[in-house]
């Protein structure tokens, strides 16, 4: 790297610096919050004042190229008293760089190249190209919000620019010229005069620019710019919204037909005397009846379409969340297209829930608590009506009934898992129709039928209909997931009940040689058999310090299982016996998989799945029943606490989302972990 690159430059002055700590970048410093720490670390290391000022930056943020050039403004974060750092930071200004920000002290300040060109010159191009660049950011703003402006001009500045414009030899910056005059209102009828005959190669990445200044500063041109625009599929909503003129409708129906800036669509069909709900049925209509080729475009489309149907069929002053419920019980509305809006909102309930629970919890003092889009009351409301509007769209589609949860969209499965006890008895029809669905993917399959099976809800015909697809059901695991695989849970039941076809599906997979089977595989032996030889096939694995996590993480949940039937004790004191078993406590990451499995299977006919969820009120209860397990080793107990400490409901119960948990729950949950920690310390 040259000496005099940007970041050699940068780098020596700050770190040269008497007034400040810099933390320089290094590979190990990835987040923001390890610069702090470092910085934290080195000031205690030499010694120096706590308070003591401190910048730096973490590699990812790093706005240099390979040469070290500056190529965008480089964020640099802070501690410390914020006008020294201003101070130190604004020393470079001589050097050929400017500083922005650092107008509070949560906000980072922002260092960019200058120059200072001095007329409007081919010979001072390149000075122009940096002095430009910093003029036309739209983030590079000074003064406080709301009032936030564009850098200033200098003395003699606006002259120059207007200069550039009327010269042929400077084309390289007139768009960025235009650009930084636009952002400060300061364009004139010449400087649009002089663009006329080059503004489709200048403004080649976005022509609506040039034609919403004409527009905006009442140029003649301006109809002729966005009738070519118009012509060339080119023009923008947000343009043709401007002009207002009735030609525009087409144009902006096309737009409104990928996808784009429907809201603005059904603004300019209402100006042009279109009711706007009938104008977005016959645009969704028209979407289904022509779909793209490609599903995700056609997805995008109708998802849009539906973002904005709610306000255009409905009083626009609604809140959005009532907007949706009316909407789904207007007639008026085809019944597949508020299917469709029910299927898009299908987390709206869960997000109420978490919002209405967070009401209960004070703000932390770091950060104010989130106001919630409605009122508590409104919120109740929806909430009660949901389900009936639901199922009501579907009836009318010809859909199966709801299972109170999209099976397609993994939010919704975690939330429907967190809740199962009030989810499962009140969507039956909706649990055991999709579970048999050949529609259903394997995930959705296996939430639904968990919280069937979870709740003693499933059927002898409910496990035949799933068991009729067991092989659609057999696929690659689904990463992340919060219920076990269907095909698991489907032989769980199948045993419990004494089919016959467990035994055949787990021999079917254990003949799988696919390395993704491998962990599902595991499951199935120490759930169907109990002989010795697997018992000490899925200990080895369990215990071994070279398996995989994933196989590593089955094989102890198996083994445990395998154990738990063999022995006729609870998984939970077979999974204490495991962690207990020589060596493996000295491991903590093979310990922690028994500690995990004794969590898991606190309640073996609703066993958990997945990683420990740090916000999960199921999680942290069952870790609480393990630890105060009297009949479980203190230090498997103490382990098991540790583990429960990770929950972020215990630490931070008002920055979580918690579906299922409001203040009492939590506060009962706190109290309750503090009651087993002080018994296991004289344990």
Same mark, same amino acid.
């Given at each position: 790297?040259?000496?005099?690159?940007?970041?050699?430059?940068?780098?020596? %002055?700050?770190? =040269?610096?008497?007034?400040?700590?810099?933390?320089?970048?290094?590979?190990?410093?990835?987040?923001?919050?390890?610069?702090?720490?470092?910085?934290?670390?080195?000031?205690?290391?030499?010694?120096?004042?706590?308070?003591?000022?401190?910048?730096?930056?973490?590699?990812?943020?790093?706005?240099?190229?390979? &040469?070290?050039?500056?190529?965008?403004?480089?964020?640099?974060?802070?501690?410390?008293?914020?006008?020294?750092?201003?101070?130190?930071?604004?020393?470079?200004?001589?050097?050929?760089?400017?500083?922005?920000?650092?107008?509070?002290?949560?906000?980072?300040?922002?260092?960019?190249?200058?120059?200072?060109?001095?007329?409007?010159?081919?010979?001072?191009?390149?000075?122009?190209?940096?002095?430009? %660049?910093?003029?036309?950011?739209?983030?590079?703003?000074?003064?406080?919000?709301?009032? &936030?402006?564009?850098?200033?001009?200098?003395?003699?500045?606006?002259?120059?620019?207007?200069?550039?414009?009327?010269?042929?030899?400077?084309?390289?910056?007139?768009?960025?010229?235009?650009?930084?005059?636009?952002?400060?209102?300061?364009?004139?009828?010449?400087?649009?005069?002089?663009?006329?005959?080059?503004?489709?190669?200048?403004?080649?990445?976005?022509?609506?620019?040039?034609?919403?200044?004409?527009?905006?500063?009442?140029?003649?041109?301006?109809?002729?710019?966005?009738?070519?625009?118009?012509?060339?599929?080119?023009?923008?909503?947000?343009?043709?919204?401007?002009?207002?003129?009735?030609?525009?409708?087409?144009?902006?129906?096309?737009?409104?037909?990928?996808?784009?800036?429907?809201?603005?669509?059904?603004?300019?069909?209402?100006?042009?005397?279109?009711?706007?709900?009938?104008?977005?049925?016959?645009?969704?209509?028209?979407?289904?009846?022509?779909?793209?080729?490609?599903?995700?475009?056609? &997805?995008?489309?109708?998802?849009?379409?539906?973002?904005?149907?709610?306000?255009?069929? #409905?009083?626009?002053?609604?809140?959005?969340?009532?907007?949706?419920?009316?909407?789904?019980?207007? =007639?008026?509305?085809?019944?597949?297209?508020?299917?469709?809006?029910?299927?898009?909102?299908?987390?709206?309930?869960?997000?109420?829930?978490?919002?209405?629970? @967070?009401?209960?919890?004070?703000?932390?003092?770091?950060?104010?608590?989130?106001?919630?889009?409605?009122?508590?009351?409104? +919120?109740?409301?929806?909430?009660?009506?949901?389900?009936?509007?639901?199922?009501?769209?579907? @009836?009318?589609? #010809?859909?199966?009934?709801?299972?109170?949860?999209?099976?397609?969209?993994?939010?919704?499965?975690?939330?429907?898992?967190?809740?199962?006890?009030?989810?499962?008895?009140?969507?039956?029809?909706?649990? @055991?129709?999709? +579970?048999?669905?050949?529609?259903?993917?394997?995930?959705?399959?296996? %939430?639904?039928?968990?919280?069937?099976?979870?709740?003693?809800?499933?059927?002898?015909?409910?496990?035949?209909?799933?068991?009729?697809?067991?092989?659609?059901?057999?696929?690659?695991?689904?990463?992340?997931?919060?219920?076990?695989?269907?095909?698991?849970?489907?032989?769980?039941?199948?045993?419990?009940?004494?089919?016959?076809?467990?035994?055949?599906?787990?021999?079917?997979?254990?003949?799988?040689?696919?390395?993704?089977?491998?962990?599902?595989?595991?499951?199935?032996?120490?759930?169907?058999?109990?002989?010795?030889?697997?018992?000490?096939?899925?200990?080895?694995?369990?215990?071994?310090?070279?398996?995989?996590?994933?196989?590593?993480?089955?094989?102890?949940?198996?083994?445990?299982?395998?154990? +738990?039937?063999?022995?006729?004790?609870?998984?939970?004191?077979?999974?204490?016996?495991?962690?207990?078993?020589?060596?493996?406590? &000295?491991?903590?990451?093979?310990?922690?998989?028994?500690?995990?499995?004794?969590?898991?299977?606190?309640?073996?006919?609703?066993?958990?799945?997945?990683?420990?969820?740090?916000?999960?009120?199921?999680?942290?209860?069952?870790?609480?029943?393990?630890?105060?397990?009297?009949?479980?080793?203190?230090?498997?107990?103490?382990?098991?606490?540790?583990?429960?400490?990770?929950?972020?409901?215990?630490?931070?119960?008002?920055?979580?989302?918690?579906?299922?948990?409001?203040?009492?729950?939590?506060?009962?949950?706190?109290?309750?972990?503090?009651?087993?920690?002080?018994?296991?310390?004289? %344990?």
């Amino acid at each position: 790297m040259p000496a005099t690159s940007d970041r050699a430059v940068l780098l020596a %002055a700050l770190r =040269g610096s008497a007034d400040l700590l810099f933390v320089t970048p290094d590979d190990e410093l990835v987040t923001q919050e390890e610069v702090h720490h470092e910085a934290r670390e080195q000031i205690r290391r030499r010694g120096l004042p706590p308070d003591t000022p401190y910048a730096g930056w973490h590699t990812p943020a790093s706005a240099f190229d390979r &040469k070290g050039s500056l190529r965008r403004p480089q964020a640099i974060y802070f501690g410390g008293d914020r006008e020294t750092v201003g101070r130190a930071l604004r020393r470079l200004e001589p050097a050929g760089y400017a500083v922005f920000g650092g107008r509070s002290d949560t906000e980072a300040f922002l260092l960019v190249r200058d120059a200072r060109p001095t007329a409007a010159d081919p010979a001072q191009l390149d000075d122009w190209r940096v002095r430009l %660049a910093l003029l036309s950011d739209p983030n590079l703003t000074v003064g406080q919000s709301p009032t &936030k402006l564009p850098v200033p001009l200098r003395d003699g500045e606006e002259a120059l620019l207007h200069t550039i414009l009327a010269s042929s030899s400077l084309a390289p910056v007139h768009r960025q010229t235009f650009l930084a005059l636009g952002r400060r209102h300061l364009l004139v009828t010449d400087d649009i005069d002089h663009l006329l005959s080059t503004w489709r190669t200048v403004f080649a990445e976005d022509p609506s620019a040039f034609a919403r200044a004409a527009l905006d500063s009442g140029h003649p041109a301006a109809g002729r710019l966005i009738g070519e625009l118009l012509a060339d599929g080119a023009a923008t909503a947000d343009l043709l919204w401007a002009w207002g003129d009735p030609a525009a409708l087409p144009g902006c129906r096309r737009l409104a037909l990928r996808g784009d800036s429907i809201d603005v669509y059904l603004r300019l069909a209402a100006r042009a005397g279109t009711a706007p709900g009938a104008a977005a049925i016959a645009l969704a209509t028209e979407m289904r009846a022509t779909p793209d080729p490609d599903p995700a475009v056609q &997805k995008r489309r109708m998802e849009a379409l539906c973002y904005a149907l709610p306000a255009a069929v #409905g009083d626009p002053d609604l809140p959005v969340q009532r907007a949706i419920v009316n909407t789904l019980r207007d =007639g008026t509305v085809p019944a597949w297209l508020r299917a469709e809006l029910a299927r898009l909102h299908a987390y709206l309930p869960f997000r109420l829930r978490s919002e209405l629970n @967070r009401l209960t919890y004070p703000s932390d003092g770091r950060r104010p608590s989130p106001r919630p889009a409605i009122g508590p009351d409104e +919120s109740r409301a929806v909430l009660a009506e949901w389900d009936e509007a639901v199922d009501g769209a579907r @009836r009318a589609a #010809g859909l199966p009934p709801w299972p109170g949860f999209d099976p397609e969209d993994a939010r919704c499965r975690e939330a429907a898992v967190e809740l199962l006890d009030e989810m499962a008895p009140g969507h039956l029809a909706g649990l @055991r129709a999709c +579970s048999a669905h050949r529609s259903v993917s394997e995930p959705g399959t296996a %939430a639904c039928l968990y919280l069937l099976t979870a709740t003693s809800s499933a059927r002898a015909q409910d496990l035949a209909a799933v068991a009729e697809r067991w092989p659609e059901l057999f696929v690659a695991p689904t990463p992340y997931t919060t219920v076990p695989p269907a095909l698991l849970t489907l032989v769980r039941a199948l045993r419990a009940a004494g089919d016959p076809l467990a035994d055949t599906v787990t021999r079917s997979v254990l003949a799988d040689r696919n390395d993704w089977s491998r962990p599902l595989r595991h499951l199935l032996a120490g759930e169907m058999f109990t002989d010795e030889e697997t018992a000490t096939r899925l200990w080895t694995i369990a215990a071994s310090t070279s398996s995989t996590a994933a196989d590593r993480d089955e094989a102890a949940q198996a083994f445990v299982l395998l154990d +738990s039937r063999r022995s006729g004790e609870s998984p939970r004191q077979a999974a204490a016996r495991a962690y207990a078993a020589a060596a493996v406590p &000295k491991i903590p990451f093979v310990g922690r998989a028994f500690i995990v499995c004794a969590v898991a299977l606190a309640e073996p006919r609703r066993p958990l799945w997945g990683y420990f969820g740090q916000g999960s009120v199921r999680w942290l209860s069952a870790a609480l029943l393990v630890a105060e397990d009297e009949e479980l080793p203190a230090d498997f107990r103490r382990a098991t606490l540790d583990l429960a400490r990770r929950s972020t409901i215990l630490s931070h119960p008002a920055r979580v989302r918690l579906v299922a948990a409001d203040r009492t729950t939590t506060d009962g949950l706190r109290s309750r972990f503090e009651q087993i920690s002080a018994r296991l310390l004289t %344990a």
